[in-house]
């Protein structure tokens, strides 16, 4: 499992000095880019490739509270993988200082093409070094349907 420890800063506490529903994004995110750049995903391949990420949602489950003072730990699964490595299914996990899960997260996205600025699938390459993260229990092959499950889209304004 990759994992990626952090220290909570004063810019990551909320009003309730716990910490921010943003700072969870961001510790994701931050843990996302981590590995990818571990496996040879970094700015100037993607950038070669014109390829970027792009998230469909990000389902945080919060079990408790978490103050500065202690360095958190969060962990990146594999929970699905298109065939062609188009779409994506991470499971994020927090862990506290005692190692006690703190909350959890769903996050789907997908590889677009930043030229065309559609869906792309990944390059066999790059998708061979995708594969070797840790996959989770529920690992599943996804398909664009997977994508779709929560489809909430609401009426423009316009109409």
């Known amino acids: 499992?990759?994992?990626?420890q952090f220290e909570i800063r004063w810019s990551d506490i909320d009003a309730n000095?716990?910490?921010?529903n943003s700072a969870y994004i961001?510790?994701?995110?931050?843990?996302?880019m981590s590995y990818l750049l571990e496996i040879g995903f970094g700015q100037i391949e993607l950038a070669k490739q014109s390829i970027g990420p792009v998230a469909?949602?990000?389902?945080?489950f919060y079990f408790r509270e978490v103050f500065p003072g202690k360095p958190i730990t969060v962990?990146?699964?594999?929970?699905?993988?298109?065939?062609?490595?188009?779409?994506f299914e991470f499971l994020h996990n927090f862990y506290d200082y005692k190692g006690?899960?703190?909350?959890s997260c769903e996050m789907m996205g997908a590889w677009i093409d930043l030229n065309e600025?559609?869906?792309m699938a990944l390059p066999q390459d790059m998708l061979d070094n995708f594969?070797?993260?840790?996959?989770?229990?529920?690992?599943?092959?996804?398909?664009?349907?997977?994508?779709?499950?929560?489809?909430?889209?609401?009426?423009?304004?316009?109409?």
């Open 1 to 4: 499992m990759f994992t990626k």
């Open 17 to 20: 000095r716990h910490l921010a």
């Open 26 to 32: 961001n510790f994701m995110s931050h843990t996302r």
């Open 56 to 60: 469909f949602y990000e389902h945080i």
């Open 75 to 87: 962990s990146l699964q594999l929970r699905g993988l298109s065939e062609d490595g188009m779409f």
């Open 100 to 103: 006690r899960n703190f909350a």
């Open 117 to 119: 600025r559609k869906l």
């Open 131 to 159: 594969k070797g993260l840790e996959k989770t229990a529920d690992f599943k092959v996804l398909t664009k349907e997977d994508t779709r499950r929560f489809n909430r889209k609401p009426k423009d304004l316009s109409q």
